[in-house]
């Protein structure tokens, strides 16, 4: 059940009810569910098959009632465009491999638009958006290669712009505040070992090549970071040391930190 309550208290609002969803059906399975920009949309997908294939509908929230598009075959999530009428996702091939990154365009009937095939058999293809609402995130990734590319959430067909071209056994994920990029990577600084652990590493988005990476949080050895994320003030981490995992809460004005 996907469900809504005001932030200033009140009633809860049901806006997908799973139950509900699979009456009839000798098979359903809810995919992901989530709203847009401007809270008016739901996006929610399904599997009434057992193909493990996703179906994306759109749900009016004010009405409760989902828009006339269908969009088959995808790995069951995606991100809204920031103007909340088009809706970037991943579709998956034959071989069930998450292989292409289109755009929908809501309430439209042309063809999705082909942003970025991945071709190489061995690589997955995921999208995500970056915690300020600004950029898209798509990155190609296998076990312990990965690489990421940025488009503008205001206009998703523009052209990518590739953060780090992907090398073997290097791998590195992004989140973006203020027109910096925090890249978690264990790509070992020039002239320094490797970064197995993980540091944090900052560079411009308009210039995000690894020649710009400067280290924020420096790679320790033992302290394993796991994930982190931006917000306007502050930058968490979540890491683990000597076994045990903790949640940093770093203040980007002063580097204060506090776990």
Sequence with gaps: VFVRIPSRGGPEAVLIDGDKEAEGKAY????????????????????????????LRFRDC???????????????????TKDCRGYAYVRLDDNHRPSKLLVHRI????????LHEETDAGMFLSVGKTQSGDWIV??????ETSQSSLLPAADPTARPVLIAARQPEIEYSVDEGGGVL?????RANPGEGPAKDFRIATAPVASPGPENWRDLVPHKPGCLILDHGVFK??????ER??????????????GEEHA
Excluded at 70 to 76: H, N
Excluded at 107 to 114: A, K, M, N, V
Excluded at 138 to 143: A, I, L, R, Y
Excluded at 247 to 252: D, K
């Design 182 to 186: 925090y890249i978690l990577t264990n």
């Design 107 to 114: 309430g439209s009937s042309e063809p999705d638009t082909l």
């Design 241 to 254: 040391e000597d076994g045990l995992p903790r949640i940093v809460i770093r203040r980007l004005s002063d």
């Design 138 to 143: 798509f990155d190609t990734h296998d076990h």
């Design 28 to 55: 359903f399975r809810m995919g992901g569910a989530g709203h847009s920009p401007d809270h008016s949309l739901i996006s929610w997908s399904f599997d009434d098959k057992g193909s493990e294939y996703f179906t």
């Design 62 to 80: 004010a009405t409760g009632a989902d828009l006339p598009d269908i969009v088959p075959d995808t790995s069951g999530g995606g991100v809204f």
């Design 233 to 238: 003030r502050h930058l968490v981490r979540l």
